[in-house]
């Protein structure tokens, strides 16, 4: 009888910028974290290792806007993000992401040290950045290219485009965000279009449909 086939994942690693300098912030994450939810992610977001965040996905990059969303709940914290694309070792899940293993998480912990080295002699706040590997060069290069813009646009985020973004993707329209808000929707949609959120869900989009692709075309590992 066949085995079954090795279960195609994505792993988020996250470490904290500067985290020994906000301890209150980072000691009330992880009721923060358990806020985050998706249909794709498979686990709880735990830390653990010091200041780390980690959680799994379901098939390569097939929620990219889980990265984002990360960003938003750990705010004003800045993380730095590696994520990794692989296969789960022996198909083995668990609650919690620190108890399993596989290639998608050496690669995102190979991702987040790369952040960690560039990172060396520069100012915090031009640190937050996003890499992913798969062990694909082509594909790799070409979604860290899209990471990088997009992570210059919400780098340059207020809070109050932060807070319209979320809103509005989770209620749908304008006038539920305005609503959450206490605000108009005309001030949540001006929010949106400031924050070039049309093209960072196009990104996100791109990133998606080239995550499917590699998946649908790389054969098992090992």
């Known amino acids: 009888m066949p085995g079954k086939m090795p279960e195609k994942i994505t792993v988020i690693t996250a470490d904290i910028i500067q985290s020994r300098l906000a301890r209150d912030l980072v000691l009330s994450l992880p009721e923060k974290l358990s806020r985050l939810t998706h249909p794709l992610v498979a686990t709880?977001?735990?830390?653990?290792?010091?200041?780390?965040?980690?959680?799994v996905c379901r098939g390569y990059l097939q929620a990219p806007e889980v990265v984002r969303q990360l960003r938003f709940f750990c705010l004003p914290l800045r993380l730095r993000v590696g994520i990794g694309v692989g296969e789960l070792e022996n198909n083995y899940w668990s609650p919690n992401p620190w108890d399993m293993n596989g290639s998608a998480f050496v690669r995102a912990r190979e991702s987040?040290?790369?952040?960690e080295s560039r990172g060396k002699g520069v100012q915090a706040y031009t640190r937050t950045r996003t890499v992913v590997s798969s062990g694909n060069k082509d594909f790799?290069?070409?979604?860290?290219?899209?990471?990088?813009l997009m992570d210059t646009i919400q780098d340059r985020w207020t809070q109050a485009q932060w807070d319209a973004i979320h809103a509005y993707?989770?209620?749908?329209?304008?006038?539920?965000?305005?609503?959450?808000?206490?605000?108009?929707?005309?001030?949540?949609?001006?929010?949106?279009?400031?924050?070039?959120?049309?093209?960072?869900?196009q990104a996100e989009e791109a990133i998606r449909l080239l995550g499917h692709k590699l998946e649908s075309e790389s054969p098992p590992e090992g």
């Open 44 to 55: 709880t977001f735990s830390m653990s290792r010091g200041d780390e965040i980690q959680a």
């Open 112 to 115: 987040l040290e790369s952040l």
């Open 140 to 148: 790799d290069s070409v979604v860290n290219a899209i990471l990088v």
């Open 169 to 201: 993707e989770r209620l749908g329209t304008y006038s539920e965000a305005g609503k959450a808000l206490g605000i108009a929707l005309q001030n949540v949609q001006k929010r949106c279009k400031a924050a070039h959120w049309a093209a960072v869900r």
